[in-house]
């Protein structure tokens, strides 16, 4: 008789906290490594009890849940002190920077305008699951999107994109795949990009990152640089000496023939027909923000809102009955002008996913753009 055969593995599962963890998607990765979310060994759940500990000991008590912890851990190695600072440093600048009142309030109504001069979107999702972000590089002019916004309201505008990829765009991928997804993946088309342009495309990507890495770790799941001028490959053969190889290996520099490498990891269907897809969403991608967080089935309205919901519900139900907002486009008269400060400088920080592990770099500012720290940002970044 044969002998029975031996029993199922208990499936990973990450250890929640009563307290701070309180999910409505899954919360196990598809990355079968330690230090990610259901594959984490003693070791490190001990660290990330002894961070929390710690953070609440400092007086902290939002974003202190597993996940958010791990993320910072895994930017720093697991090194307790130095994942610790980084939050610290992180929950900072967002009372400096107002973080939180923008996402509430933030409207970016010049969006359709500053898209005829610099391209950034998200765009449904790869094979994986992830948002897919895309941006285009060669049709960026400081001249004429100046006449348009400032530097501060597209910082502000990168900030409030972050926002979403965490909450709700993430956790709606997660519950349609079945399965944590902490990451997305971006498109970067250079087409248009001369070789005389390089140095200040890069520019703007070494300042993205700063803001990237230091507050928006883990974000970045694989990044492609398609239409990539002569001599892009050879730049980033020297950017990419300044950048963690985790990251290096997560970045592709593509040619005019990208289309093949694309379409094995974007489903045709959800891959915008210019980049040799089949998708041709009605107002345009671009503008559509398709996606599961767009789906009804998937998407929750983010932790922030749902919490003022339940303080305030006379207040929720007025709002749900309210028209949805279109980033405020539609609500712009006819000729009247858009925000603009004349002679205001900055840089042109497109919105981003977050970076993985590497040293902290100094925090983005608006000025003019130019190179920081050599480092290539993780974009969506990836946001």
Avoid at 223 to 247: Q, R
Wanted: with cysteine; proline share 9%; net charge negative.
């Amino acid at each position: 008789m044969a002998a029975p055969p031996p029993p199922k593995a208990a499936a990973p599962t990450m250890k929640l906290d009563e307290k701070y963890d309180h999910y409505d998607y899954p919360t196990t990765s598809p990355t079968v490594a330690p230090g990610h979310p259901g594959h984490t060994t003693p070791e490190q759940d001990a660290q990330v009890y002894q961070l929390r500990m710690q953070l609440e000991q400092m007086g902290f008590s939002e974003r202190l849940d597993t996940l958010t912890l791990l993320r910072f851990l895994r930017a720093r190695k697991f090194d307790v002190n130095l994942a610790k600072q980084m939050f610290v440093d992180c929950e900072k600048w967002r009372k400096e920077f107002g973080v939180d009142d923008l996402v509430r309030n933030f409207d970016y109504h010049e969006k359709p305008q500053v898209f005829e001069y610099y391209t950034q979107y998200y765009h449904k999702t790869d094979k994986d699951g992830r948002p897919v972000y895309i941006e285009h590089l060669g049709k960026i002019d400081l001249n004429a999107l100046y006449k348009i916004t400032t530097a501060e309201r597209m910082l502000q505008n990168l900030v409030v994109e972050y926002e979403k990829v965490s909450d709700p765009r993430l956790p709606a991928c997660s519950r349609k795949a079945g399965q944590l997804l902490e990451t997305c993946c971006t498109i970067m088309d250079a087409k248009g990009v001369g070789v005389t342009r390089i140095p200040s495309v890069y520019g703007y990507l070494k300042q993205a990152s700063a803001i990237s890495q230091n507050y928006y770790p883990e974000r970045l799941g694989r990044l492609y640089v398609i239409n990539a001028p002569w001599g892009f490959s050879s730049a980033f053969s020297v950017v990419k000496g300044f950048l963690d190889p985790v990251t290096v290996e997560k970045i592709h520099i593509l040619g005019a023939s990208y289309q093949k490498e694309l379409l094995a990891q974007i489903p045709a269907e959800n891959l915008p027909e210019q980049f040799g897809g089949l998708c041709k969403c009605d107002k345009g991608c671009q503008l559509s923000d398709m996606g599961p967080w767009q789906e009804e089935e998937w998407t929750r309205p983010p932790k922030w809102q749902r919490e003022e919901s339940s303080k305030h519900p006379a207040q929720a139900v007025d709002a749900a009955a309210a028209p949805a907002s279109t980033d405020g486009a539609a609500d712009k008269k006819e000729g009247e002008p858009l925000t603009h400060q004349p002679g205001e400088q900055g840089s042109v920080v497109p919105p981003p996913v977050g970076a993985d592990a590497g040293t902290a770099q100094k925090p983005l500012v608006a000025e003019p753009a130019v190179a920081e720290n050599g480092q290539v940002r993780e974009t969506a970044a990836a946001p």
